[in-house]
């Protein structure tokens, strides 16, 4: 969340950053809410301090044989009149911090400003569409063509959007996330977290993903638990609450499932796997200090870049303008891969920057140079999300006699195995 110290100093940047964002947040509520909680305060520290100075005269007036009552009544009263001022003070506090909840990250200074997703400029792309000879067919025939999954079975099971994948396809998805892992662990330095799939609503809030997004997330209501969004989640939320004593940056590459209701993108994309509710995913995670983690930040990006250029995809990387950035992010690239029989880019990855957002919500702390403890800065961004990255190595490797080639860097992982057929 933002410093509310931040907001009252620069009122006037944050309302231009929301306005910049298209964020629907009424920052003077906010101000309004710290303005009568420091007078609260204010009034709190008078009393007690009177209070105080009336109590040491108590001894003095018993010790010169006059009658206290009145000063005891007087102090009572005042006591009651403090605890009263502690109760709203705590309601207030209550008050403010869901306020503070509510209103995003600032932009960084480097985001371009823009409306929507209309708004992102393209920063670079690697490699060519691939020019095929005959007409592209869509994965979700070549997939059931080939018995890679098998979608109406997967609805039958837990309705639509939870893909069911099946021999080949299945083995598919974990050579996918094995590739990945090693990739990272070997070649980028992440250390490998396996973390629980799910989690609470701190570490929900933690994150960002409460309680904004309540909507868009499902929920174990009788455990209060949450099936986790993303990886991003229970490994940021490791040293939630923490002052950490590691090297900086901290590097972590994780595996889980992903679940996501989606509620706001009801009837887009529908088809295939396009957009589902149930997906794998590698992700990574970074802990940084605020003067490396724009660096780290680029780095990361690289590292899914890496990736896609292993398995010999054409991607493109975008930046996202302010009026479409995330809710947490300052910063952020996402990476979109070209699907030919849908004729459009898919994103597969998004490399965000929160600078200390994320770890003021989650309360993740390091010691600086100076030994003073300030927060850390919090990096995330998939490495790569499946099943997108299937739907691009579908139909761009497939052939015209319906057979799909795998990328070279596959193949150990898949047993040999050059084709699906």
């Avoid at 080949?168 to 590739?179: D, H, P, S, T, V």
Wanted: include cysteine.
């Amino acid at each position: 969340m933002l410093d509310i110290r931040f907001i009252r100093e620069h009122a006037d940047a944050v309302k231009a950053a929301m306005i910049n964002r298209n964020a629907d947040v009424d920052v003077d509520v906010v101000l309004a809410l710290d303005s009568t909680r420091r007078g609260i305060i204010a009034e709190a520290d008078v009393l007690k301090a009177e209070r105080n100075t009336i109590s040491k005269s108590i001894g003095q007036m018993i010790q010169a044989g006059g009658d206290p009552e009145e000063v005891k009544a007087q102090v009572r009263e005042m006591g009651d009149t403090i605890t009263d001022l502690d109760n709203k003070l705590r309601e207030v506090d209550t008050q403010l911090r869901e306020a503070l909840l509510y209103i995003p990250n600032m932009p960084s200074e480097t985001a371009p400003i823009g409306k929507d997703e209309k708004d992102n400029p393209v920063i670079r792309s690697w490699g060519t569409k691939v020019e095929l000879d005959f007409e592209p067919v869509a994965h979700w025939d070549l997939g059931k063509t080939l018995g890679l999954f098998d979608l109406e079975r997967g609805a039958k099971i837990a309705g639509s959007g939870f893909p069911l994948f099946t021999g080949k396809g299945a083995k598919l998805e974990r050579a996918l996330i094995q590739f990945m892992l090693d990739l990272h662990t070997e070649e980028h330095g992440y250390t490998e977290i396996a973390p629980p799939f799910m989690c609470n609503d701190l570490a929900m809030s933690g994150t960002g993903q409460l309680p904004k997004f309540a909507e868009d997330m499902y929920s174990v209501p009788l455990d209060g638990l949450y099936p986790i969004p993303t990886a991003e989640v229970p490994v940021t939320n490791m040293y939630g609450n923490e002052i950490l004593d590691q090297e900086l940056p901290i590097c972590h590459t994780a595996y889980t499932p992903c679940f996501r209701r989606e509620a706001g993108s009801a009837g887009k994309d529908t088809r295939g796997l396009l957009r589902v509710h149930q997906f794998d995913k590698v992700e990574m995670v970074k802990f940084s200090s605020p003067e490396t983690s724009a660096e780290e930040h680029e780095k990361l990006t690289l590292d899914a870049e890496r990736v896609l250029q292993k398995l010999e995809l054409h991607y493109r990387v975008i930046e996202l303008c302010t009026g479409d950035l995330g809710f947490s992010a300052a910063k952020c690239y996402d990476i979109e891969l070209w699907a030919p029989a849908q004729e459009k880019w898919l994103e597969v990855s998004s490399c965000s920057n929160f600078n200390d957002y994320q770890a003021r919500r989650a309360n993740i702390r390091y010691r600086n140079e100076e030994g003073k403890t300030t927060f850390v800065h919090t990096i995330n961004g998939s490495g790569v999300a499946l099943p997108r990255l299937v739907i691009a190595i579908m139909e761009n490797n497939q052939n015209a006699d319906g057979s799909i080639d795998l990328p070279k860097a596959l193949w150990p992982y898949m047993g040999g195995l050059k084709k699906l057929a």
